[in-house]
């Protein structure tokens, strides 16, 4: 116990640290009204909307990315218990089904809900990647595997990452997860080999559960337990950058302030965080001269 005490110290610490010392990356802009039931991972679709992963809402939710009015409600009460939505660049849609312990693969977003073209199975599985080769990616947090499919074939693998959450691509194709029990941020190549690994103590991580990259490679990360979102640049000496943060340690509600942040998206200059223990999704944005 005194050991598991001085544990949760040395992160809590970290964590503060990593907030002191970085700047926010961008301004509180819009926040939707609280409708969504612990909303996880989103994603931008094809028609620009924007889709959320609804967990205990089994369904995704569909939101207008300008707005954040919600359009529509897909697949409700039959995705149970997802975890994670991500889409190619044909449109296709895959989805990460916790509760069933499976991907569901649609041709069109339209039939989210209904029977998927392919139904891949992943044990636990909390993240989801549509690669842009055409490839689906699935963390399969149960068996603690990153599993690639072609088709419906597993061609590759990588283990040690039990509980992990989040797949995400990098402009050069290469892959990131969120491996949160390890406090850890891990790049593979697309045929799962690991190419580095981002766990310095300066980044502070309690939990990092999804990220996503933005159009320079940076990792804008969602570090759930310390209800932050952070920024960096992973090209930084030593290990990576910290660029900046938001949130300030400690869960709220309002501007700067995050409730167990799960799901991140960024498109250009904005960034949607899934504030999920206020059931609610936020924006910010840098502001461009």
Request: hydrophobic share 45%; with cysteine.
């Amino acid at each position: 116990m005194r050991f598991l005490i001085i544990c949760l110290y040395f992160f809590t610490v970290a964590s503060a640290q990593a907030q002191d010392t970085a700047p926010p990356f961008a301004a509180f802009d819009l926040a939707s009204p609280a409708f969504l039931n612990d909303p996880h991972d989103l994603a931008i679709g094809p028609e620009g909307h924007l889709y959320v992963a609804d967990k205990f809402g089994n369904r995704l939710a569909v939101l207008d990315a300008e707005t954040l009015e919600l359009i529509a409600m897909l697949g409700e009460g039959r995705l149970p218990g997802v975890h994670d939505v991500s889409f190619d660049d044909t449109g296709r849609v895959a989805v990460a089904v916790t509760g069933a312990n499976a991907v569901a693969v649609y041709a069109n977003v339209a039939d989210v809900g209904k029977e998927p073209d392919l139904l891949l199975s992943a044990p636990r599985t909390e993240g989801v990647l549509a690669h842009s080769s055409g490839r689906i990616f699935a963390m399969a947090s149960g068996i603690g595997s990153l599993l690639a499919y072609d088709g419906s074939s597993v061609v590759a693998l990588a283990e040690g990452h039990l509980g992990a959450h989040d797949v995400a691509e990098g402009p050069d194709g290469n892959i990131w997860i969120a491996d949160n029990l390890q406090r850890r941020l891990v790049q593979y190549t697309p045929d799962l080999r690991r190419l580095r690994i981002i766990d310095a103590p300066k980044f502070g991580f309690v939990g990092p559960r999804y990220l996503d990259v933005d159009d320079f490679g940076n990792l804008v990360v969602a570090d759930q337990d310390a209800h932050r979102i952070l920024l960096i640049d992973p090209e930084g000496p030593d290990g990576g950058t910290l660029i900046g943060v938001l949130g300030n340690g400690s869960p709220g509600l309002g501007p700067n302030r995050f409730d167990d942040p799960e799901g991140v998206a960024v498109i250009g200059n904005r960034f949607y965080v899934s504030d999920s223990d206020n059931n609610r999704i936020v924006r910010y944005s840098i502001v461009l001269n």
